[in-house]
């Protein structure tokens, strides 16, 4: 008896997990793909100027750079 307890909550798992992956596959991903991708653009466009990686950093403002010069005797 346990083993036909396993066989058939397994099936029905197997049964959800089909059902879902139906749902998925059934999903048009390509128009949010699509609109996420339009959005990205604009909002880099319209950000391009304050983009560190774009403009670059000035050497006042720059946390990382060195303060000393270092000398090897």
């Not at 346990?2 to 139906?22: F, H, T």
């Not at 048009?28 to 466009?45: D, G, H, M, P, T």
């Amino acid at each position: 008896m346990p083993g036909s307890v396993c066989s058939s909550s397994s099936i029905i798992q197997a049964k959800r997990m089909v059902d879902q992956l139906r749902v998925e596959a059934g999903m048009e991903r390509f128009k949010q793909i699509s609109l996420a991708a339009a959005e990205l653009v604009q909002y880099c466009q319209e950000h391009r100027r304050s983009d560190p990686l774009l403009t670059g950093i000035t050497a006042s403002s720059n946390p990382f750079k060195d303060k000393k010069t270092c000398i090897l005797l």
